[in-house]
């Protein structure tokens, strides 16, 4: 698979990683054999980058991915990169992003993990106050010198909150929600990430499950499952939920997005290869909950360029259904 770096730190990553949401919590019951299936099939399908975070299943993801790491031939999991995240298993208080809670949490992915040093540790959506702060760099910096993580990053809701984290010098990667449904990173957060060497991480690229085409209005989900409780922000930020697209309209432009792609390519495979041609991009995240998900998404890297009438039609498509919904929004 297509490696890109990221030009900060040198770090490649798989142009298709995994996102380990799904092997925590929120998405339904996922049982560790089906868990370690998934991280199975995904290396093997060439996936070099896994992204987790401590408060997916408080812990469990990291836990799985931890164990499954240490069980691979020594070779092979030198090669996979995990990024985790901090920051959500507290009050979300500027004041508790401090270099000892930092240290704390930092230690507890390490032991879940099993590693001495962590890959890449992003702010895990902050408060907006937190990436404007000279003393949460200067805590991270010191995570770098103590050599508790190699790097750092943020993940952030708002594209103005990404350009923030750009600006400052030692920010390894941005991750943020880029998806068809989701344009208005390609305006200004890529071609700044690019400028500055920064990579961009891109996350909820089916805009839960929507761009696979296989839902419909009467779908229902379970009652654990945040696109069930989180439709309208009850829990997190509503844009983590359909992208916050109100979901009748995203089915119905989803079906739409379906009918514009070259023949034998799925929806989810467009969905994915549309990200992967934004230039500035470095990985994409899709999650999986069995094997054949993951073998699938991962499968997209070696998908044909989509040619520039459907780029184009995909952009209108935004622009008469979705743009007015969450443009402005995030």
Same mark, same amino acid.
């Given at each position: 698979?297509?490696?890109?770096?990221?030009?900060?730190? @040198?770090?490649?990553?798989?142009?298709?990683?995994?996102?380990?949401?799904?092997?925590?919590?929120?998405?339904?019951?996922?049982? =560790?054999?089906?868990?370690?299936?998934?991280?199975?099939? +995904?290396?093997?399908? @060439?996936?070099?980058?896994?992204?987790?975070?401590?408060?997916?299943?408080?812990?469990?993801? !990291?836990?799985?991915? @931890?164990?499954?790491?240490?069980?691979?031939?020594? !070779?092979?999991?030198r090669r996979v990169l995990v990024?985790?995240?901090?920051?959500?298993?507290?009050?979300?208080?500027?004041?508790?992003?401090?270099?000892?809670?930092?240290?704390?949490?930092?230690?507890? /992915?390490?032991?879940?993990?099993?590693?001495?040093?962590?890959?890449?540790?992003?702010?895990?959506?902050?408060?907006?106050?937190?990436? #404007? #702060?000279?003393?949460?760099?200067?805590?991270?910096?010191?995570?770098? !010198?103590?050599?508790?993580?190699?790097?750092?990053?943020?993940?952030?809701?708002?594209?103005?909150?990404?350009?923030?984290a750009i600006a400052r010098p030692?920010?390894? #990667?941005?991750?943020?929600?880029?998806?068809?449904?989701?344009?208005?990173?390609? !305006?200004?957060?890529?071609?700044?990430?690019?400028? +500055?060497?920064?990579?961009?991480?891109?996350?909820?690229?089916?805009?839960?499950?929507?761009?696979?085409?296989?839902?419909?209005?009467?779908?229902?989900?379970?009652?654990?499952?945040?696109?069930?409780?989180?439709?309208?922000? =009850?829990?997190?930020?509503?844009?983590?939920?359909?992208?916050?697209?109100?979901?009748?309209?995203?089915?119905?432009?989803?079906?739409?997005?379906?009918?514009?792609?070259? =023949?034998?390519?799925?929806?989810?495979?467009?969905?994915?290869?549309?990200?992967?041609?934004?230039?500035?991009?470095?990985?994409?995240?899709?999650?999986?909950? #069995?094997?054949?998900?993951?073998? /699938?998404?991962?499968?997209?890297?070696?998908?044909?360029?989509?040619?520039?009438?459907?780029?184009?039609?995909?952009?209108?498509?935004?622009?008469?259904?979705?743009?007015?919904?969450?443009?402005?929004?995030?």
């Amino acid at each position: 698979m297509e490696q890109r770096t990221i030009d900060r730190t @040198g770090q490649r990553l798989s142009v298709i990683g995994l996102g380990t949401w799904q092997l925590g919590a929120d998405w339904g019951a996922v049982n =560790e054999d089906d868990a370690f299936s998934v991280l199975d099939a +995904a290396v093997d399908a @060439g996936v070099t980058f896994f992204d987790t975070a401590d408060v997916y299943g408080d812990g469990r993801s !990291e836990r799985l991915i @931890g164990r499954f790491l240490r069980g691979l031939d020594p !070779e092979r999991s030198r090669r996979v990169l995990v990024a985790t995240k901090m920051g959500r298993r507290a009050p979300q208080d500027p004041a508790e992003f401090t270099l000892d809670n930092f240290r704390a949490w930092n230690d507890r /992915s390490r032991a879940l993990l099993g590693v001495d040093t962590l890959d890449l540790v992003q702010l895990h959506c902050p408060p907006t106050a937190v990436l #404007s #702060s000279d003393a949460v760099y200067d805590a991270l910096d010191t995570l770098v !010198e103590e050599k508790r993580i190699a790097a750092y990053g943020v993940s952030v809701e708002s594209c103005q909150e990404a350009l923030t984290a750009i600006a400052r010098p030692h920010v390894a #990667s941005v991750q943020i929600i880029l998806n068809v449904f989701r344009r208005k990173p390609l !305006e200004r957060v890529l071609p700044a990430a690019r400028a +500055a060497g920064v990579g961009v991480i891109a996350r909820v690229p089916l805009a839960s499950g929507l761009l696979s085409g296989r839902y419909r209005h009467d779908t229902v989900f379970g009652a654990e499952d945040h696109r069930t409780y989180n439709r309208h922000g =009850e829990s997190f930020d509503v844009g983590e939920t359909f992208s916050g697209v109100d979901y009748r309209t995203g089915v119905e432009a989803a079906a739409e997005f379906a009918g514009l792609i070259p =023949e034998g390519m799925s929806p989810a495979g467009a969905a994915l290869r549309w990200i992967v041609q934004q230039p500035c991009v470095t990985t994409v995240i899709p999650g999986a909950r #069995s094997a054949e998900q993951a073998r /699938s998404n991962a499968a997209a890297a070696r998908l044909p360029a989509l040619p520039r009438t459907a780029m184009n039609a995909i952009a209108d498509l935004y622009d008469r259904r979705i743009r007015a919904r969450v443009h402005d929004r995030w």
